[in-house]
Every structure is written in C-alpha cells, then in structure tokens.
C-alpha cells in the first residue's frame, strides 16, 4: 500500500517564524504536490513538484516555497509566517494517470 | 480555466435514505472526473472515477455517471449509513502539460441514525 506521511498533525507557530511542514512517501513517485484546504474554497495548490529539485507555482504560491532535494520528501516553507496562512496543509502524490493520493493532512495555526 | 461546481452543504440525511450530491464542471477537451471523500480527521481518498463520457464509476455502493452533454458527474448512493458521514469533493483533470486537479468546494453528509 502507498504511504505518505506529514511530519506534524497538529502545528502552532507564532507571526514571523519560519515553518517547515514536510511529506515522505514510500514509493517512487515522481510527481509530489502542496494544497491547502479551507471552508468554502476546496483544495488549492500551492506548489508541485515533478522531480528532485524540480518545482512548479501553482496557484496560490505566495508566502511559499518548497524543497525536494530527494525523490521521497516534498518539504513546504512558510518564510515568515502570517495569520492568513492558518489552514489545513494536505500532501498528495500521484499514484496513476490523473489520480492523486492524500497525506492525513497538517493543521497549521498562525497566532 | 478549468472549473468545478457542486451544491453547497451541509446535507443531512437519515440512515437508508438516497443520497444525490451534484456537480458540474466547466473544462476544455476531455477531463477525467473524479469524487474524493475525506473522513473526520484525515486526508482525502479517491472514491471513484470516470475518464471517458457516458462511463460510469462506482465503489462501496456510491456510483457517478460522466455526462458531457451536460458537463455533469452527480454522486449516488442507493442506502447511506452512518459511516459514510464525510466531505465529498468533486474534481477534474485536465489533458496536457501536468496532470493538474481541480477541486470543488467540497461537500458535508451527516447521515444520523
């Protein structure tokens, strides 16, 4: 069975900080992606990435930035964190033409 | 752009009633459509999918036709149960370049016994 892992559950940061929220999969996906999910607007991608060190903007990159410096780890940087960027944070890869699996998701808090 | 419109929750509903969550989809070409349910707590699972008009997908009792003409995939469900209580979102993906998805709003089913 594919496995993809986020590093934290649950995650408070303070305005300004740095945060590292990270995903590892177990298998050898090329093809890694960044959401975040809030009330009302679905999923939006942030970043994706389709090979070590290679990354692409997605729809809502500002504020981001994203690491893959191996195939399994797919790290999404917060520069300086802001109340605005409170959400839940859902990992994907993807699995076959078109499908998408999902990590259990980090829920960020900004205070 | 490519686009995904499904009805607004929440929908609550008794155990063993049906269950009818539409949606519809604004795309260029020929998208594959697909309906992901996400449990209290946890992260998306593809519930089912449909790549070509007219096909029909379906798993765990939850079924959705792919209609072009009217750029529609509808979620179904003869009998709910209690268990299927969850966010359900529609999505598209589109041919060429990345393999981007788009997601709907998402839908909440509370299904009470």
Same mark, same amino acid.
């Given at each position: ?22 995903? =590892? ?5 090329? #093809? ?11 999923? +939006? ?6 090979? &070590? ?19 399994? +780890? ?35 808090? &900004?205070? | 752009?490519?686009? &995904? ?16 969550? #539409? ?40 079924? @959705?036709?792919? +209609? ?11 009998? =709910? ?5 969850? &966010?359900?979102?529609? @999505? ?8 981007? =998805? ?8 509370? =299904?009470?016994?």
């Amino acid at each position: 069975d594919v496995k993809v892992t986020q590093s934290s559950r649950y995650l408070v940061k303070r305005t300004g900080e740095k945060v590292f929220l990270e995903c =590892v999969q177990d298998m050898d996906h090329e #093809n890694m992606f960044w959401y975040r999910q809030d009330p009302g607007l679905g999923l +939006r991608l942030i970043y994706f990435s389709y090979d &070590v060190k290679m990354k692409e903007k997605g729809d809502i990159p500002e504020g981001y930035s994203v690491s893959r410096e191996k195939k399994e +780890r797919f790290s999404l940087i917060l520069e300086s964190a802001s109340t605005n960027q409170t959400s839940m944070y859902l990992c994907a890869i993807q699995t076959g033409p078109y499908e998408q699996y999902f990590g259990p998701g980090t829920r960020l808090t &900004v205070t | 752009g490519d686009s &995904v419109t499904q009805m607004e929750g929440p929908v609550t509903l008794s155990e063993e009633a049906f269950l009818t969550i #539409n949606c519809t989809y604004t795309a260029t070409g020929y998208p594959s459509l697909f309906w992901y349910v996400q449990y209290p707590g946890e992260g998306l699972q593809l519930l089912l999918k449909a790549t070509k008009a007219d096909d029909k997908g379906s798993n765990k009792g939850f079924e @959705a036709t792919y +209609r072009k003409e009217t750029t529609s995939f509808h979620l179904e469900k003869g009998s =709910v149960q209690v268990s299927d209580s969850a &966010v359900y979102f529609c @999505a598209l993906s589109g041919q060429g370049g990345y393999q981007k =998805v788009t997601f709907g709003t998402g839908t909440k089913l509370q =299904v009470i016994p």
